[in-house]
């Protein structure tokens, strides 16, 4: 079990009915806890919803409310934050653009990669070494700007709304049809401006200097 990985609850279940160790089975969950590595489990389900990606931000406004002394660790100097990987991705406007009696839809808008993606095999983390090294890790900054990039390039063809590219909408599941209209939301458009806002204060409020590197 601790070679192929394991649930906390499970393991604790194991040494609790089964007496395989001697002593307190909290201190020894604590002690395996201790020299374990966090690996990620989410599979993908059924698509990749609009607004999903707004929420990171209100849980790093809630932490730096308790915690303001962090920012400047939790933002540049902490590195050990990965890339989620997904047997999933997004068709180009090519291949999901259809003309129907009805007009141009945008119908069945992700496919999966071929098998050599092998993103379960690999812990769902992007890798380097074209995915066959090391979990590529970075920090928190470097994050937040390759998702502002990304949102900002799906904007709308008017600059208004950010595009439902992903065949779902935002929470607000009545508005499923919207996708395969090629809908577009102006909430994420304020979201990403907040997002923005976010990192340039931030930067404004860490005060670096010209000396100060940060890897991109």
């Known amino acids: 079990m601790l070679h192929k990985g394991f649930m906390p609850g499970d393991l604790l279940k194991l040494v609790t009915r089964k007496k395989l160790i001697e002593g307190s089975s909290e201190e020894f969950l604590g002690r395996v806890i201790s020299v374990s590595q966090k690996r990620e489990q989410a599979e993908f389900g059924e ?8 929420y990171n931000l209100d849980l790093m406004e809630s932490y730096l ?7 400047k660790n939790i933002l540049i100097e902490k590195e050990d934050f990965s890339f989620y990987l ?7 406007r090519s291949k999901k653009y259809l003309l129907t009696d009805n007009g141009i839809r945008q119908y069945h808008s992700l496919a999966e990669h071929d098998k050599d993606v ?3 095999e690999k812990g769902y983390q992007l890798r380097v070494k074209n995915g066959e090294g090391d979990v590529y890790h970075t920090n928190l900054i470097v994050k937040m700007l390759c998702l502002l990039s990304n949102k900002a390039a799906t904007l709308d063809p008017s600059g ?21 209209l090629l809908g577009s939301s102006i909430s994420e458009t304020f979201e990403l401006k907040r997002w923005a806002i976010f990192i ?4 404004d409020q860490l005060g670096l200097s010209s000396q100060d590197k940060v890897e991109f």
Request: glycine share 8%; hydrophobic share 35%; aromatic share 12%.
């Open 65 to 71: 409310a308790l915690h303001p002394e962090k920012l």
């Open 118 to 120: 092998k993103a379960k």
């Open 86 to 92: 997904t047997d999933s991705y997004v068709l180009p």
């Open 160 to 180: 208004i709304g950010i595009e439902m590219e992903a065949n779902k909408p935002n929470w607000y599941d009545a508005l499923n049809g919207l996708p395969g």
């Open 47 to 54: 698509g990749f919803w609009s607004d999903h990606w707004t």
């Open 200 to 203: 340039n204060d931030s930067l």
